[in-house]
Structures are given as C-alpha cells and as structure tokens.
C-alpha cells in the first residue's frame, strides 16, 4: 500500500508540478478557441448608385477533428444530411489526414438553410462540428457585367507562399480577372477575430473578447447598368460571339462593356463545382475570354479612318480628288476585288468612305505605304495597349517592313500595302482600341484613357480615391482634316447608298462606319457560295463603330459579332438600339451621363 501511494504521489507531482506549464497551455488552447471572422468585400456600383457586386451570408460547415472522438461517425451522419458522393467524402478524409487535428476541414461552403437547420437540431450528437456565418459575395445581377467584374477564386497553395505575407489565410478568396482583381487592395477588407470558450466536445460556451472586421472600400463605376442591360440583351439575341463597348469620348468613361459568351461569378464565389468548371474551360468560344480587350481582329473597313486621315495629312490625296473603280485592281498576277463588283466608277474621298469602296483605298494604299499608314495607325491608339484598369489586354498589331523584316522574316510586298489600307492582312485591333479611335476623331484628335471606376469610397461614404480623366494621345488634328472625315461617317450613316443606314436616328446625327472583316483568305468556290452556305467559321467578321451627336460627341459605340457576315445588317442595327437607349435615358434624366466636358488635370447590298 505504502509503495503504490508513493507511486502515485510521484505521479501527481510529475503532471501537477513539473509538466504543469506545458499542460496548462494545452488546456487553455482546448478551452479558448480563435475564430478569424471573415471580412465583407467591398461593394461595386453603377454610376447611378445601382448595386450590383455585394455580399451575402453564406453558412459553412466545418469539422474540428480534435473535437470529436469518431470522426468517421460524425462525417457518417453529415454525408447522410448532405447526401455526399464517395468522391467528396474521400477528398474531405484526404484534409483530415494531411492537416493538424485543430485545423478546421471545410466540409460545405455554403448550408442550404433547410439543411442548416437539420444539423443544428442535431448538433449535440455531432461533436467537432463547427457553422460558421461568412460574408460571401454575391452578384446581383447573375451575369451581368461578368467579364468587367471577373470573379474570386481561393488562394492556391502556391499563392499562399507570398500571400500569407499580406494575412491571406488558407481558405481565403480572392480576385480572378476584371476589377475584381484589379481593386483586390481595396475590396478585400480586413478580418477581425473571435475568442470563445468551448467545452470538451468543441460546443461554444461563452464569447471573451472579438475584434470587428473592416469591411472593403466601395467602388464607384462609370457603367449605365441600364445601358449594359440593352446590349447584352441584343448580343444575346445572335448565336454567335462578339462584342460591344460603348464610352464617353469627353472623358474615357466606359458606359458599356460586353463579351460573350459569357459565364456566371455567382458560381465561382463558394468555389466551382468541377462539372461547371469543365464545361466553361471545353467550351469552344471560351466563356472567361474578355473579346473586349483581348480579342484581337482584322478591323476591315473601319480601319479606312487610319487610311483616310493618313491620305489626308500626308497629302497623298486631295478630298476632291477622284480615283476609278471598276469592281477589281489588277496588281501583279492578282486581282484586288472591291465588295462591288461592278464598280463605283470614279470616286472622290467622301463617297469612298459613304459606300466604303475599295478600289479607292487600295490606290491610297499604294501612294502611302504601310509605313505612313502604321503612322497615323498608332496616332490614333492602335497597336498599343489603352490601359484600362482591367487586366489581361491586348496590344492588337499595326505592321511594318520593318516588323515583318524581323519578324516573319521576309520583306515587305507591294500587295501587302493593298490589304492594309482596308483593314485586312496582318492588321490586328481589339474592340476597345478601335472604339477609342474613333472616340478621338469624335472629340478633334484628343484621346482620353478608357477607365471604368469613377472613384473609391470607404463603406462610411467618405471618397478615399477619385479618379479624373486622363489624355491618352493629344493629336493636333486640324479641323478641316476632321471635317472632310467626319462628313464622310456622317454620310454613312445618313445619305442614300451609305452603308450604315441601319443605324440611323431620327433627330440624332450618327457618324460611323461598317465593316466587314474577312477571317481568312477563303477558296475561290468558297467566295462563289452563297453567304448562308458558307461555314461559320470562315463567315466574316460584322463590325460598326458610330459616335453621337456628330456634332457634339457624348458616346461612342463599336459592335462586333464573329462571323455574323455583313456589318451594315448584323452589328450597325444593334448599335442604333444601344444609342436609342442611351439618349432616351440621358432625356430622362439630363444630369446623367451627358455631363459637360471635363477641365483635364439603309445600307448597299451585299456591303460592308
């Protein structure tokens, strides 16, 4: 008896007395447990204070394993609530091996509520589970503006590396694309913390102290939600990909962006389920791809304002000099065909543009050159990235002899000069860089940089950022070049013969240009085909680029529909629509978005 109380005793002194220091920190890290309390992204909103990124509480389920005894009876009774596959329980056992037992293993992101409540009436014969109410975000409205906006994804082990600097934590989300990515400093927000007491089987019993997170900072835009509404809605009418943009040429606010196809955020923002994720990476128009910035296109016809304003500047033509048309040039052992095949006969510069003849352009071509061509090109912003806020855009291609000397290789040929004047050949732009061109004819040679926020605001309305307008290119254009040029887009749209007229507004003077863009040099018998038989993939590009009113500028639009055939009957008649919207909203409420200038600190036939 003496010799077992001895040993007892020691055993009391050994737990008590000299492991009292190591013990004592276990228990209290058993008993009070740190929760990080996730914080709100910050808000985005239309230019009218419409919200449409924001947030909403999401219940996640977690298991703690140090809290529950068996945990393969506890995810037993979870996968029977759930109604989990195989492949879901076997990846969650997969967490709770690889992690320490006090990590927290996401079983759902998001409880339906039903659900929510059947686990709660239940909780006390499911130690170790762990609901927490996080903010999520939410897109209000679905898909609209998915490719401005972008989506959240979680950090990736990798990220984490770097990122855990920043407090990024696993689990964490963040920024794919769009502003969402762009303005991730500013919408993340900061977490706070809760400290609980919990009992032995991980249920809360008391709060001790919490630290309130901060919510992310507000993002002001300059989009017309309403304005973006009626363009998706009209893309969304033809099967086919493209895309539109529509911006203030007085200040570079984009008033509209679309690309489509186009994916919903709303998936993303708990984590995309794998089927979903499957069917948007094999889709074969690529949903995630902004056609905005990223698309990259032969221009057509609308690259005849490069050719036009370079004719002019470089006095290589007069605007009342004629040129023949005959429905071809011969040049060499080739023939360059015009969309008419029986010719305009002679032409002088504003007819060329009104029914965009090509014949006309070819010659110009030939006088300038691609060199001077690419001049005037990169006058007007083509070739080059405008830099908007969003990442992921494309510079386009301006060619020269030089670029082709060193890069393909061979010299530059005279045909080459032929296909360059109209838009064609090596000749690439993005959407938003040919909008933008036209914006800075529109506005006499000033180019303004394409942004979509207005200003950041902290969630207590106070503006922490604003951001002004800023001159991208300021090109002296003198004002009877811009005159004979914007004649010529007005006549387009308005005289008779014009290929344009399908954007045509009674009481607005529209000024554009169609154009129709061939994808590639296609077959002689696929060229004698009729255009519905043609296979889509090699059908042409559908352009129109306008601005309104002609005579004092307030938007600018582009449409572009991939394969959609002719610009004049494809793209011109949803950019009427698009202005239509706009103007009748700007009656409504004339403050908006028709504000002053800034202080700067029916077609042819068969035709474009």
Request: hydrophobic share 35%; aromatic share 8%; glycine share 10%.
């Amino acid at each position: 008896m003496g010799v077992l109380f001895l040993v007892l005793l020691f055993k009391f002194w050994y737990l008590q007395v000299y492991h009292c220091p190591t013990l004592r920190d276990l228990s209290e890290k058993n008993r009070i447990r740190t929760r990080v309390l996730p914080a709100p992204r910050g808000t985005i909103m239309d230019r009218s204070g419409r919200i449409i990124a924001d947030n909403r509480p999401a219940y996640r389920l977690y298991l703690v394993p140090e809290d529950t005894p068996d945990p393969e009876t506890t995810l037993s009774t979870i996968s029977r609530l759930l109604a989990l596959d195989p492949e879901t329980l076997e990846n969650i056992r997969e967490e709770i091996a690889g992690n320490p037992p006090f990590v927290p293993i996401l079983i759902h992101p998001d409880l339906p509520f039903q659900v929510l409540g059947r686990i709660e009436s239940e909780k006390f014969w499911l130690p170790g589970i762990l609901i927490e109410a996080s903010p999520t975000r939410w897109y209000v409205e679905g898909n609209r503006a998915a490719h401005l906006l972008g989506y959240l994804g979680e950090v990736s082990p990798n990220e984490l590396k770097t990122l855990s600097e920043r407090g990024y934590r696993r689990g964490d989300v963040i920024g794919r694309g769009g502003l969402e990515s762009a303005f991730e400093s500013f919408l993340r927000g900061q977490a706070g913390a809760l400290r609980l007491e919990i009992d032995a089987s991980g249920r809360e019993v008391k709060k001790i102290d919490e630290v309130e997170p901060q919510p992310g900072m507000t993002l002001e835009l300059t989009l017309d939600l309403e304005l973006q509404k009626t363009a998706e809605k009209l893309l969304d009418e033809h099967p086919n990909p493209g895309a539109v943009v529509a911006l203030d040429p007085r200040n570079g606010e984009i008033l509209a962006l679309v690309s489509r196809p186009t994916y919903d955020p709303n998936l993303f923002a708990m984590g995309v389920k794998p089927e979903y994720w499957k069917e948007i990476i094999n889709h074969p128009d690529d949903p995630l791809e902004n056609r905005v910035i990223r698309g990259q296109y032969p221009p057509g016809s609308t690259f005849k304002i490069v050719t036009a304003l370079a004719g002019l500047e470089e006095n290589a033509v007069g605007p009342t000099e004629s040129l023949f048309c005959g429905g071809s040039l011969r040049l060499g052992r080739r023939d360059y065909h015009c969309w008419r095949k029986e010719g305009h006969g002679r032409v002088e510069l504003h007819k060329a543009i009104v029914q965009s003849c090509d014949v006309y352009f070819y010659r110009l071509g030939m006088r300038l050159g691609v060199d001077r061509i690419a001049k005037y090109a990169r006058i007007l912003g083509l070739g080059k990235k405008t830099g908007i806020e969003i990442p992921g855009e494309k510079s386009g291609l301006i060619p020269s002899e030089d670029w082709k000397l060193n890069t393909v290789g061979e010299p530059w040929v005279k045909g080459e000069d032929l296909s360059t004047a109209i838009g064609q050949g090596y000749v690439l732009v993005t959407p938003l860089q040919l909008v933008s061109a036209y914006a800075q004819l529109a506005e006499g040679g000033k180019s303004f940089q394409p942004h979509l926020v207005r200003r950041i605001k902290h969630p207590d309305g106070q503006v922490v950022m604003e951001f002004l307008p800023q001159v991208r290119n300021d090109y002296s254009l003198p004002e009877k070049t811009r005159e004979i040029l914007q004649a010529g887009f007005i006549g387009v749209v308005n005289e008779p013969g014009g290929t344009g007229g399908a954007a045509r507004l009674p009481g607005i003077t529209v000024a554009g240009k169609t154009g129709t863009a061939q994808v590639l040099t296609r077959p002689d018998n696929v060229k004698e085909m009729k255009e519905m038989k043609v296979p889509e993939k090699l059908r042409d590009h559908a352009w129109f680029v306008a601005y309104a009113p002609a005579e004092n500028p307030e938007i600018a639009v582009v449409v572009l529909v991939e394969h959609g055939g002719h610009g004049a009957s494809v793209s011109a008649p949803i950019a009427r629509q698009i202005l239509e919207t706009y103007f009748a909203g700007r009656s409504k409420n004339p403050a908006a978005p028709a504000a002053d200038r800034p202080e700067i600190s029916s077609p042819s036939e068969g035709g474009d």
